[in-house]
């Protein structure tokens, strides 16, 4: 696979980095403060979702995968309807977990709203230390992460 398409894939995740490299520094300081936030949601949900687990003896991938999560924060539903606009989220574990889920994000919301004045102070060393720590999964590489699946759509066909 590599021989057939590492070269298409390369290409793409250069074509990426080179208009990243484009963006300005008041753009970076604005990924570095939504990664902080998206961390920390991050966080939350799955400690949730390492509690239910334990809780009901399950892995916790059939609690919820990571691409569950990661829709989750993007979407940050507000109500248990909203939830089956995220993907992996079916009637069942709307049902679930919805509750759950939705006073998660809810809480994630007011707290954010609470510390906004916080977040602007946060010190350069933090969020250098965002930038230094690899995040991948992030808002900032939804764009790329999205040209990739398309990509690999348009191979399947």
Known sequence: KCEL???QIVNIVREFHDRSDESSTEEEE????????????????????????????????????????????????????????????GETRRKLYGDQIINIVREFH????ESSTEEDSVTETSANDALED???ETPANDALRERLVAWRLGEAR
């Not at 570095?32 to 939350?44: F, G, K, Q, S, W």
Request: glycine residues 10%; proline residues 1%.
């Open 5 to 7: 398409y590492g070269d």
């Open 30 to 89: 604005g990924e570095v403060t939504e990664t902080l936030a998206y961390d920390t949601l991050r966080e939350r949900l799955v400690t949730w979702r390492l509690g239910e687990a334990r809780a009901s003896e399950k892995q916790t991938y059939v609690i919820m995968g990571n691409m569950t999560i990661d829709d989750i924060i993007r979407k940050r539903p507000r109500t248990n309807n909203d939830l089956l606009g995220v993907y992996g989220i």
């Open 110 to 113: 007011d707290s954010s709203d």
């Open 134 to 136: 690899g995040v991948t």
